[in-house]
């Protein structure tokens, strides 16, 4: 089988994408297709670029069981190569 990419995507990668990945990833673990998938979480702007998850977002996570152990400097920018 072919592994599918996903991509969650916010404006500064702290909060909505990085849960949005960690949600993801526990279902698709709990459904036993980790090797079918890479999952990845990026922002739009870098304001910050480098910076971990916010720790709401952590909070919401923890409480719903599905951290995503994310170590400082997680947060990363969507960049597009367009030639002209």
């Known amino acids: 089988?072919?592994?599918?990419?996903?991509?969650?995507?916010?404006?500064?990668?702290?909060c909505r994408s990085p849960l949005a990945e960690g949600i993801f990833g526990h279902l698709v673990a709990e459904a036993g297709f980790t090797g079918d998938y890479t999952i990845d979480s990026a922002g739009t702007g870098g304001w910050h670029?480098?910076?971990?998850?916010?720790?709401r977002s952590i909070a919401t996570a923890t409480t719903a069981s599905t951290y995503r152990d994310s170590a400082p400097g997680a947060s990363g920018r969507v960049t597009l190569g367009i030639s002209i």
């Open 1 to 14: 089988m072919k592994r599918i990419s996903i991509l969650f995507v916010c404006m500064g990668n702290i």
């Open 49 to 55: 670029e480098g910076e971990p998850p916010d720790r």
